[in-house]
């Protein structure tokens, strides 16, 4: 049974950069196959998809935040890492990692994290 | 972006009911859409993907259907398990983007 745990800091100071590391658990993130997700949810609102990467290093992310985002894999260890820099108020929310399943074209988030509140205050 | 729209925003039903919930895009995409479900709290739940693939281990009152831009999310017969929210998801084009959510309450 495949596990996702995050972890990391749950107050960041404004301006500063916001470091999440997702650690995968029965199974190997170098397996092909896979992408390997953080997506946000806003205090009572929706979900947003941050970006995702593959083993090999491969990144997507979302436009709106390309330019503060940074999402990198450490195979030897089983993780992967979420950076998101000069954060504002605007980043507090629940921080979710997942496994994201492809299969045929499709792009599955079939394992979840529990979620990390990342709150961004002075 | 693709933007995600669902119907209703909330409702309340009881149990045994037959429940719809409807999704839009923005412009077609295919049949690359998934239904999530989220309790309070909790990380959302894969139900459905490739608009009407149950996802292994999902209990079979749930049902999806539709392409192109309009698609649907049937629960056969609500369970009290199922109060939640739902959200369905395109992965159709970059970025991935999420519907708004519908929240299922207890009438």
């Known amino acids: 049974q495949v596990q996702l745990q995050e972890s990391g800091p749950g107050l960041v100071k404004p301006s500063q950069t916001l470091s999440l590391t997702c650690t995968v658990s029965?199974?190997?993130?170098?397996?092909?196959?896979?992408?390997w997700s953080w997506i946000r949810q806003h205090p009572g609102k929706g979900l947003e998809w941050i970006g995702y990467?593959?083993?090999?290093?491969?990144?997507y992310y979302n436009p709106s935040l390309k330019s503060r985002v940074t999402i990198s894999v450490d195979t030897s260890k089983n993780q992967f890492s979420l950076k998101l820099s000069s954060v504002t108020a605007a980043d507090t929310a629940v921080y979710y990692c997942?496994?994201?399943?492809?299969?045929?074209?499709?792009?599955?988030?079939?394992?979840w994290g529990q979620g990390t509140l990342v709150t961004v205050s002075s | 972006a693709i933007r995600m729209t669902q119907s209703p925003s909330s409702f309340s039903a009881s149990t045994g009911d037959r429940v719809t919930i409807t999704c839009r895009a923005s412009q077609g995409i295919s049949s690359y859409l998934a239904w999530y479900q989220q309790k309070p709290g909790k990380a959302p739940k894969l139900l459905i993907y490739a608009a009407s693939t149950l996802q292994s281990g999902v209990p079979s009152r749930f049902s999806g259907s539709g392409s192109g831009t309009d698609f649907t999310l049937t629960i056969s017969c609500l369970q009290s398990e199922d109060f939640a929210t739902y959200y369905c998801q395109q992965y159709y084009s970059y970025p991935r983007t999420f519907g708004p959510g519908t929240k299922v309450d207890i009438k």
């Open positions: 990467i593959y083993y090999s290093g491969s990144t």
């Open positions: 997942a496994r994201v399943r492809v299969d045929y074209g499709d792009y599955v988030y079939d394992y």
């Open positions: 029965g199974g190997s993130i170098s397996s092909g196959g896979y992408y």
